[in-house]
């Protein structure tokens, strides 16, 4: 038996290579590949390795003990994660073609109002993270396509940005705030980093302009929980919150559903629809509307740490 479950381990950390292998070649976002490969991982652990030949019933019992202790969201990534490695690295049929259905939900973000999201920008003390929350509001980014922004996606003469890499392989532009782009400048200038708009931190502003890497993904939800804290928000606030908040504001304001969708490069229109009870349904175009929006925050510069 222990030359067996040996044998089993050296064959699934080889199809778990491969699996990996195949995942990066159908070009899947990181987090998906981190996601999918954990899956293996985890399926691994539960089966000894033996994940193969594996029965409608074995599959039962691992989902089952799965939502026992993760999210839904947990068990359809490894639903789909090894999916994956049945038709990519095993080369077989899947099992449980309809094996679970996560109970759909309709639940809504905490949306934050225009008042909160200027205390939250005007208590945040670190510069690099007071500049990056804005950015992410005014632009309307994810956490990921902020942190990879570059100073050659910034169009200043264009008013626009370029979003590259974004969810679904997909690029889009933008609309640029006067009032981000004077920002982003400012910011720019103490730290003339020759590509990254956001260099991180460990060496703090000196080492700022020689750092290839952007801010710390943890660092910013970590910075951003704290200065929600501090401001007394008693709201579930994280950085997609300042995404869901600036389409709302952008709805509010008067901006068309479908710029809206644009600018966020929601894939459906249905996505964008849960905005529409704000809307006041004028019809201005989108940068006008945004430069209005942006134009009332203020933000001191204060001293980076």
Same mark, same amino acid.
């Given at each position: ?10 064959? +699934? ?42 029965? @409608? ?26 999916? +994956?490695?049945? @038709?990519? =690295? ?27 999201? @200027?205390?939250?920008?005007? %208590? ?16 309307? &980014?994810?956490?990921? @396509? ?15 940005? !370029? ?20 920002? &982003? ?12 708009? +956001? ?10 302009? %020689? ?24 709201? !579930?606030?994280?950085? !997609? ?8 504001? &952008? =709805? ?54």
């Amino acid at each position: 038996m222990e030359d067996m479950s040996a044998v089993a381990a050296t064959d +699934f950390e080889k199809n778990d290579e491969l699996h990996l292998k195949h995942l990066k070649l159908k070009g899947l976002q990181p987090k998906t590949i981190e996601a999918y490969s954990r899956a293996i991982r985890r399926v691994g652990d539960y089966f000894d390795h033996q994940i193969g030949d594996l029965s @409608e019933a074995d599959l039962v019992d691992y989902f089952t003990d799965l939502r026992e202790t993760h999210s839904w969201s947990s068990v359809k990534l490894d639903l789909y994660g090894l999916k +994956f490695h049945y @038709e990519h =690295v095993l080369k077989k049929p899947w099992v449980a073609p309809s094996l679970i259905k996560p109970p759909r939900s309709q639940r809504l973000p905490d949306i934050v109002t225009v008042e909160e999201t @200027e205390r939250i920008f005007l %208590a945040t003390q670190v510069l690099s993270y007071r500049v990056f929350f804005f950015t992410l509001y005014s632009l309307g &980014l994810r956490l990921g @396509e902020g942190l990879r922004l570059t100073v050659g996606d910034i169009d200043g003469a264009c008013e626009r940005v !370029h979003i590259r890499d974004a969810k679904g392989n997909k690029d889009r532009l933008v609309p640029l705030p006067t009032a981000t782009h004077q920002l &982003l400048r400012r910011f720019w200038q103490r730290h003339r980093n020759p590509v990254l708009l +956001f260099p991180n931190r460990h060496g703090g502003l000196a080492g700022a302009r %020689a750092a290839r890497t952007p801010l710390d993904r943890g660092g910013v939800q970590k910075a951003l929980r704290a200065v929600v804290e501090s401001c007394g928000v008693k709201k !579930h606030i994280s950085p !997609h919150s300042l995404r869901h908040a600036y389409a709302t504001h &952008l =709805v509010e304001a008067g901006v068309e559903l479908t710029e809206v969708q644009d600018i966020l490069g929601h894939h459906s229109i249905l996505t964008t629809v849960r905005y529409t009870h704000l809307t006041d349904r004028s019809r201005h175009h989108a940068i006008d509307r945004i430069n209005a929006l942006m134009d009332r925050y203020r933000l001191a510069e204060g001293t980076p740490r």
